[in-house]
């Protein structure tokens, strides 16, 4: 592993007065491909308001049995003071007060199972989750002075890139039983939200297949000056993981982000992978991301999106697999997207 950290122990110093911006999330998906759930706890911190930095809980519940979609999202905001992020691992907790001067749990996540309840105006989501997999992240940069530098601004990785999840979810009041419906855990963090980026991640096929796969391109602004978009491929196939992240990999890796489409291509003598990820717009929640330094980035977001992947490693015959259950996140600076935006 290239990042020396335990992948998700927290980031955020308080004390630096930096801006910052981290996020853990997990997302699971029905088997069916009708229904899909997101759940993210983050930081928000500024250097323009040194000593104010929030946390916040987020959850989206993706729907469109019989063609409609009926997505849910709520979101809730509280003092970074008054939550808990784990600085050895995956342990993230806020607690609300209620009357008589006690305190209620709102949301949980740690290794293993996660809980809550996060309401906005006239939606809720409660959930009640397990999950297992193996612990063995993806990690698309290939240096760790990139993790702990300051370039890129904005890091990622999977501590658990394949998860099952089972449990209970509700939704404005409506049961869903989860069992076996497949997802991930990733964590973020970073200086804020690159200029131009886009995220997917599939691992809920319509046929059987031992493949995970997950894929990011980005643009940042270095100066006055945006780089060229850069794509980075991380795939798990029979338990055999491949990462196109070597320095002639990136060179010869492609990407192209529209605003709901992503398609990209890498090779290397072990293994060559090609996707396109696209979703309607009916499937996608808006989402504001603001950065502390001021601009605003739309996160167009769905669970629900459509995936067509060829993977082929060296000696191996061809695998040709389709998706209507993958993640694809739009990040864009851009505020005529045209998705509705929720939270």
């Not at 929030?54 to 519940?61: D, H, I, M, N, R």
């Not at 193996?134 to 990622?156: D, Q």
């Not at 492609?254 to 009916?282: K, N």
């Not at 167009?300 to 697999?321: Q, T, Y």
Request: charge should be neutral; glycine fraction near 10%.
């Amino acid at each position: 592993m290239n990042e020396p950290r335990e992948p998700n122990a927290v980031r955020f110093d308080p004390a630096a007065g930096a801006d910052h911006v981290e996020s853990y999330f997990l997302k699971a998906n029905d088997p069916a491909g009708d229904r899909a759930l997101w759940i993210k706890a983050t930081i928000f911190a500024s250097a323009r308001e040194p000593g104010r930095a929030l946390a916040e809980g987020w959850a989206v519940a993706f729907d469109r049995r019989g063609g409609q979609s009926k997505h849910v999202a709520v979101k809730h905001v509280l003092p970074f003071a008054d939550a808990l992020f784990g600085k050895e691992g995956l342990d993230v907790a806020w607690s609300l007060p209620v009357a008589g001067g006690a305190s209620e749990e709102r949301m949980r996540i740690r290794p293993g199972e996660t809980h809550g309840r996060i309401a906005r105006r006239e939606h809720a989501i409660r959930w009640d989750l397990r999950f297992e997999g193996e612990a063995s992240p993806f990690v698309p940069f290939p240096h760790a002075s990139m993790y702990r530098g300051k370039f890129p601004k904005s890091k990622t990785l999977t501590p658990y890139p394949d998860l099952v999840f089972s449990g209970e979810v509700e939704v404005d009041g409506e049961r869903w039983d989860l069992s076996n419906w497949r997802g991930m855990q990733g964590h973020n963090w970073g200086r804020g939200h690159a200029d131009l980026y886009a995220w997917c991640h599939v691992n809920t096929w319509e046929s059987e297949a031992e493949l995970v796969v997950e894929a990011l391109s980005g643009r940042v602004r270095v100066g006055p000056v945006l780089t060229p978009l850069v794509t980075l491929v991380c795939a798990r196939f029979r338990g055999v993981t491949y990462t196109w992240n070597g320095p002639l990999e990136i060179a010869r890796a492609h990407g192209d982000v529209g605003l709901r489409r992503y398609s990209f291509s890498a090779e290397s003598r072990a293994a060559r992978i090609e996707g396109s990820f696209e979703a309607e717009t009916d499937d996608m929640v808006g989402l504001y991301y603001p950065n502390p330094d001021g601009p605003m980035t739309y996160c167009l977001n769905s669970k629900l999106a459509r995936a067509h992947v060829r993977f082929e490693a060296s000696g191996r015959p061809p695998v040709v697999v389709k998706s209507h259950a993958a993640a694809l996140e739009i990040g864009t600076r851009d505020a005529d997207h045209g998705v509705r935006m929720h939270v």
